[in-house]
């Protein structure tokens, strides 16, 4: 069983967001997921109660017993474990990071996000962890270009050891309307840059986690538009 652990100790960076489209796709590639919330505002859980349906798993996390709930995931045989961890609280972020194969750090281009991402980095790098960028909420490009403010982001995280994911995710109304009815924005609108945006890192995500070629059920591939294209961050530098 993989675990990734979605971590950001500034708040409002959007892991409950990712962490919900990431087990949602995780589900539609047929990996049995279990999805930890460890939140208090409990986003995850409240999503998963309109969502109703079997699979991700969604349950509510405690800080001590993540090694216990991973250790049960692994005798269920599920194939990955997603940890919607808190901010602001180092400690449980140290043990969701502790149990992570991969430790997605989740930034908005933003000032604050960046001058905060350093401790997050020091943290995953301390207990020397895998660690990933990814861009959230991203601005879409303005005449076919990618806005100064992305290029300056990735310059900025490229300073650190981690790899940035080669897709991130723009500012799209369609992940917080799929999130209303308990899915993911490729599974309410699968012909949208939000599901082609979702899809494409869950690719790559996988192709990491499980580097052997795997069947992922793509349900609808949207057409890069100009104005609104797929933030493809090894084309933005």
Sequence with gaps: MKTIAVMSLKGGAGK??????LAAAATAARRRTLLVDM???RSSID?????????????????GA???TQC???????????IDTRPSLVMEAAEAARMADLCLIVVRPCYFDLKAV???VEMISNLRREGMFVLNQAPVRRNGTEPRLIRDTVAALSAYRFPIAEVGLRHRAAYQSAMWRGLGAQEAQPDS??????????????????PVPDVRPYRGMAQAVEADAPLELALAG
């Design 16 to 21: 409950s967001t990712l962490s919900v489209h």
């Design 39 to 41: 939140d208090p505002q």
């Design 47 to 63: 999503w998963a109660s309109e969502r109703g349906a079997q699979w991700p798993v969604v349950v509510e996390g405690r800080s």
């Design 66 to 68: 993540l090694f216990t």
């Design 72 to 82: 049960a995931a692994q005798r269920q045989a599920l194939d990955l474990m997603v």
């Design 118 to 120: 350093g401790r997050t």
């Design 193 to 210: 840059q939000a599901a082609f945006e979702i899809n494409s890192l869950w690719a790559c995500l996988s192709d990491r986690l499980w």
